[in-house]
């Protein structure tokens, strides 16, 4: 299944994939605890020409979202820097306080078990669903894109 450019959910999760706000911020006013957990920060191994930063978004040290933030190397110096001193600060600090970041696309999808990345993330926390839903988001400043997927746990 490809990106979706509305998502197939309603209620609650309807509700979290079309937050337009920081969902750290959203975390915080629904959940107590709320942490950042640097998983990878790195050479995306993929493509050696991009940086990633995976992190879990933890309550109570329970995994509600895992988020993957893919810049190119090149941009990283400068456009997008500070992403390489966020330590365990969300990126909502950047993306959200800057009025030179502009969203411009965001697009949705429902993961499955057969999915690479539904691995990657069970690895990392026991999944107990059969599938679940992301959201990809594109972020411009100064001609320099970042992409950012979060899945809901």
Do not use: C
Not at 95 to 108: A, C, E, Q, R
Not at 120 to 131: E, Q, T, W
Request: net charge neutral; charged share 25%.
């Amino acid at each position: 299944m490809s990106w979706l450019t509305s998502p197939q959910v309603e209620g609650v999760e309807l509700s979290w994939l079309t937050e337009k706000g920081s969902l750290t911020e959203r975390l915080k006013k629904e959940f107590d605890d709320v942490k950042v957990e640097v998983v990878y920060e790195g050479v995306y191994l993929l493509d050696k020409n991009f940086y990633v930063r995976e992190v879990l978004l933890k309550s109570n040290n329970s995994p509600k979202i895992f988020a993957r933030t893919l810049v190119k190397k090149e941009d990283l110096q400068e456009a997008w820097s500070s992403l390489k001193n966020l330590g365990d600060q969300s990126l909502a600090t950047i993306l959200f306080n800057s009025p030179d970041i502009k969203k411009t696309s965001v697009f949705y999808k429902e993961f499955f078990l057969n999915d690479s990345i539904f691995a990657h993330i069970n690895a990392l926390s026991p999944i107990h669903k059969r599938s679940l839903w992301a959201r990809r988001s594109s972020w411009e400043k100064q001609g320099a894109y970042l992409e950012l997927v979060e899945i809901f746990l």
